[in-house]
């Protein structure tokens, strides 16, 4: 059994065998039923079009079923202990995924007191089933991820960081981070990240302006500024990021060649951190990568259950 909590529970090796598994599974035409006769439960607190129906089709795919939990719908909700739900749900399923608002620590919590694998769809710290995605979208981009450079334009969230993570476990990949320095990353990531680089020979830096971006990237992402739709605490928080809208124009400065990608994990707020210019331009592989939630859902569950 292996849990999918964080990036960093994955090795290098480990995880380019998950892009590979997908770059497998867009190229089939159907697939075996994995799954038969297993229940995976999905339990989202937070709001979800994409990662959601995501997972649901992923088991679908392989012959599973599902049972869903909003929010609220379990016991938690009235004083149960996140211990003992997890005993609870570990009777009855084979798998749980779950996105909250709380760190990995809850999800450790819930590792610990029950035999189900747990998927993390995203928590406030990471959002590693997007980074997965990510990496196969780039890898069927580009053929490879060697060498690749990433400039990842916005606020430093949870899909920022697992990306990161999932960059610099690639051998010679290049990510920049180009944050409002109010927005960015704490020291202790950054010396995360900064160890990993390390040890598999890619390279990250952080950046708080466009004046200092050196080097033209294969692709440029960003995210919502406002993380899961919840605005900054700091009353004129869009005046740090009015220079970071990507546009026409920014594209055209910081685009390596004409192969160069856009990237967005959605949902976007069009004309704000994106044009729909460049949202619906030619450079861009967004609902490519939204597909690929589907195929890292579909990676997660059989590499959680052993059954790659």
């Known amino acids: 059994m292996n849990n999918l909590i964080t990036i960093n529970d994955l090795s290098t090796q480990q995880l380019q065998r998950l892009v590979q598994e997908g770059e497998c599974i867009n190229n089939a035409t159907e697939f075996d039923k994995k799954l038969d006769g297993k ?17 649901h ?24 202990s996140l211990k003992d739900t997890g005993h609870a749900l570990g009777l009855y399923l084979d798998l749980l995924v779950i996105r909250t608002n709380e760190q990995t620590a809850d999800m450790r919590t819930l590792i610990e007191n029950t035999n189900m694998p747990v998927i993390n769809a995203l928590c406030a710290s990471e959002h590693p089933t997007q980074a997965i995605a990510d990496l196969i979208t780039i890898k069927e981009s580009f053929g490879e991820l060697n060498n690749k450079s990433i400039l990842y334009v916005g606020t430093a969230n949870n899909t920022m960081y697992s990306l990161a993570l999932a960059v610099l476990k690639i051998p010679s990949m290049h990510i920049t981070l180009l944050t409002p320095l109010d927005f960015s990353l704490s020291e202790d990531k950054i010396s995360n990240l900064k160890k990993i680089s390390v040890t598999n020979g890619s390279s990250f830096s ?6 200092e971006i050196t080097d033209s990237a294969d692709v440029i992402y960003t995210t919502r500024w406002a993380s899961m739709g919840e605005a900054p605490t700091k009353s004129d928080w869009l005046n740090d990021f009015k220079m970071l809208k990507i546009d026409s124009a920014f594209m055209n400065e910081v685009v390596k060649n004409e192969q160069s990608i856009f990237m967005h994990d959605l949902p976007a ?19 490519h990568q939204a597909r690929n939630k589907m195929t890292a859902s579909m990676v997660a569950i059989t590499y959680c259950l052993n059954l790659l």
């Open 39 to 55: 229940l995976i439960g999905l339990f989202f607190k937070k709001l979800s079009t994409r990662t959601q129906t995501a997972f």
């Open 269 to 287: 707020q069009r004309e704000l951190e994106v044009s729909s210019e460049v949202m619906d331009g030619e450079r861009s592989v967004i609902w």
């Open 206 to 211: 952080q950046i708080h302006s466009r004046s």
């Open 57 to 80: 089709r992923a088991v679908l795919n392989y012959g599973g079923n599902v049972v869903a939990y909003p929010d609220g719908a379990l016991q938690l909700s009235s004083g149960e």
